[in-house]
């Protein structure tokens, strides 16, 4: 049954508000219209489209005091840090990202996502991989998203941070990292 056109921009806007990051495709499949319809509301209502949403986000959320790394040197778009503790990022699979053959991500655009966010997590003006360890559970395929959440787990004695590394493809685990973050400060 379809709902009229101001209940559903009202639904939209409050759906957008919850997950900021939904596709206008999936939005139009949850309303059952077009994903031009969908479009069209976002405009009526001065929703940005979904890459601008991102940003707008990473934007607010990216601490000024973040020393380690510059935002934009980051792989993927980090869409929450807080420093010492967590981040997130988020990496669309493109063509750019995949072997021609099979469409299927090549494995240093993973690893450049995990390794960047582990660095960017880290509170110091220096931070650099000491070691990792990692693994690749399942390939990651062309127009897969592909969410890495950072958490530091703790530190050594030789200035060195925990950090743990899961990449999600719709909840589901594609990589895993647990990376040695050298750092020139103690914490």
């Given at each position: ?43 009526e209502l001065s929703i940005p489209e ?22 934009d040197e980051v792989i993927g778009e ?7 503790e967590m981040a997130i990022s988020i ?97």
């Open positions: 049954m379809k709902i009229k056109k101001k209940e559903r921009q009202k639904q939209l806007l409050q759906l957008i508000e919850e997950s900021p990051f939904i596709t206008d495709e999936d939005l139009a499949k949850r309303f059952g219209v077009s994903i031009q319809t969908i479009r069209l509301d976002r405009l979904l890459r601008e949403r991102i940003k707008y986000v990473a934007k607010k959320q990216w601490d000024e005091t973040v020393k380690a790394l510059p935002l980090v869409i929450d840090l807080k420093l010492d990496l669309d699979i493109r063509e750019e990202h995949v072997f021609s053959r099979n469409l299927i991500a090549r494995g240093h655009h993973l690893f450049a996502q995990a390794n960047s966010l582990a660095v960017a997590v880290i509170d110091d003006d220096l931070a650099l991989t000491a070691k990792a360890d990692i693994q690749f559970t399942r390939p990651v395929k062309l127009e897969e998203r592909v969410v890495a959440k950072a958490k530091v787990t703790g530190e050594d004695n030789k200035r060195r941070t925990l950090v743990e590394v899961n990449s999600y493809v719709n909840q589901e685990l594609v990589f895993a990292g647990r990376f040695k973050m050298y750092r020139t400060t103690d914490q």
